[in-house]
């Protein structure tokens, strides 16, 4: 079974259509993260949610927007997509804020064009 | 502000050899942990080794383990007997209480046959 699944792995569309990436965790786990990796594989944090409520919101423009259903789901929905967009995309969660590695879904693979 | 920085971008080594990674990083906080992940070209981040801030003792599992220098801000990755497996990126990581986790620019390994 996976871990932390997320849906789809690839993802091709044009500029200024609007997209969602879901995940979903079944290892229980409370706190649940989006990660962007750009071309450079420099990867950096966007969001984090604890039992469903926003704890971290890094700089990310508002066309990004996080929706955590439950605990187990997090969804990246994204508006008006620019080249710019253009990464891969990882959920991952962890057993809680505290001191404790991430674990990792495979990653979304975006392509704006 | 958490920094992590790996002087490292490539790296290669011979198969059955010896490899050491470089990791140093920056914070405040007293309590936390540090990680090294490992991403081959599924891209999927699969975590390799941790070591909590509070343990004298170096991590070790297999053929992988660390050398935590606390006061310096070190730790670095030792992979002995390295394996045509272990080509991938590395990232070094950072976690501290109640935030996010930081990740390095990552070293990209390369094992010769």
């Known amino acids: 079974d996976t871990a932390v699944s997320q849906t789809p792995k690839y993802l091709v569309t044009q500029m200024g259509n609007d997209k969602s990436i879901k995940c979903e965790q079944n290892?229980?786990?409370?706190?649940m993260y989006w990660y962007k990796q750009d071309s450079k594989k420099f990867l950096k944090i966007m969001f984090s949610y604890n039992n469903k409520e926003l704890i971290i919101n890094e700089t990310v423009p508002n066309r990004f927007s996080p929706k955590s259903p439950d605990k187990a789901h997090l969804n990246l929905h994204i508006n008006s997509l620019e080249l710019g967009d253009s990464a891969v995309y990882f959920c991952?969660?962890?057993?809680?804020?505290?001191?404790?590695?991430?674990?990792f879904g495979q990653g979304t693979r975006l392509t704006v064009v | 502000a958490q920094t992590v920085t790996q002087s490292q971008p490539e790296m290669s080594v011979q198969e059955a050899e010896t490899v050491t990674l470089s990791c140093t990083y920056d914070?405040?906080?007293?309590?936390?942990?540090l990680f090294w992940y490992k991403q081959p070209p599924s891209r999927q981040m699969i975590l390799v080794i941790r070591q909590e801030a509070y343990k004298q003792q170096n991590a070790t599992e297999n053929r992988f383990s660390v050398n935590f220098q606390k006061a310096a801000k070190s730790f670095s990755l030792k992979i002995s007997d390295s394996q045509l497996g272990d080509a991938a990126m590395y990232f070094c990581a950072l976690k501290t209480s109640y935030d996010k986790v930081i990740f390095g620019p990552g070293t990209s390994l390369s094992v010769i046959p």
């Open positions: 991952a969660s962890s057993p809680s804020e505290v001191n404790t590695e991430a674990f």
């Open positions: 914070t405040s906080e007293s309590d936390y942990y």
């Open positions: 290892l229980g786990h409370d706190t």
